[in-house]
């Protein structure tokens, strides 16, 4: 069964701090997500990562993927307060079945 | 605007009523997803349907019922509420080709039920 850890779950962090947010996932995947969150809202999508080594950036936001790890991170840099949401990783379950699993997210507060 | 369409967008009812929601994919997608996102809680997967076939099953409960028609869309059925069931239930699409595919995931807005 395909299970999918986020850490931490929740972050308050200053303006103007890095820091990065762990997905980890239990089986074999060929794809993984990240997406944003804000309150009460759908869901934003931010990166798609198909492959070992992949990086992708878009602006302050930088995904990467490590298939033999099973690891993907997102990293913040130089967070500003618009970033605040929470931000949860997908992972594909590879085969036939094609399910998405979802992580449990993880809320990012950040203080002017 | 992801190209999503769900409706209703809220809906209140109460315990032990039937509910159907409906998920319109993005033009040419062939995959919908549906999921359940409780107070504070991730995304749960219910189901997944391809071109009108299902594809895989999550935590769905038997009380709950999905299909894809001919012209794509998608509707989940809820039955006999429970207090429980008040969620927000989003529906998303993607994928022009045969599964796997590599592109986005796309979410459309959510219905949020309440049961009362």
């Known amino acids: 069964e395909l299970k999918v850890e986020q850490n931490p779950l929740f972050l308050s962090m200053q303006e103007g701090k890095n820091y990065t947010i762990y997905c980890n996932y239990s089986t074999t995947s060929d794809r993984l997500y990240w997406y944003r969150q804000d309150p009460g809202k759908s869901l934003e999508s931010l990166f798609v990562l198909l492959s070992n080594g992949a990086v992708k950036q878009e602006g302050r936001l930088m995904a990467s993927l490590d298939t033999k790890a099973r690891l993907s991170t997102l990293h913040i840099t130089a967070a500003v307060h618009d970033l605040s949401a929470t931000y949860f990783c997908?992972?594909?379950?590879?085969?036939?079945?094609?399910?998405?699993?979802f992580g449990k997210g993880t809320r990012l507060h950040i203080l002017p | 605007d992801s190209g999503v369409t769900q409706t209703p967008k809220h809906l209140i009812t109460a315990t032990g009523q039937r509910v159907t929601l409906r998920c319109s994919p993005r033009s040419g997608d062939l995959s919908v997803y549906w999921y359940q996102q409780s107070l504070d809680q991730g995304l749960q997967f219910l189901i997944h349907y391809y071109n009108g076939e299902e594809r895989a099953k999550g935590n769905i409960l038997e009380r709950f019922s999905a299909q894809q028609f001919p012209d794509l869309h998608s509707e989940l059925n809820l039955s006999s509420l429970e207090l429980g069931d008040s969620a927000l239930y989003f529906c998303?699409?993607?994928?022009?080709?045969?599964?796997?595919?590599?592109?986005?995931?796309?979410f459309g807005e959510g219905s949020r039920l309440t049961v009362l």
């Open positions: 997908a992972v594909a379950h590879s085969g036939r079945d094609d399910k998405i699993i």
């Open positions: 998303a699409s993607g994928g022009t080709g045969t599964p796997p595919f590599t592109g986005e995931l796309f």
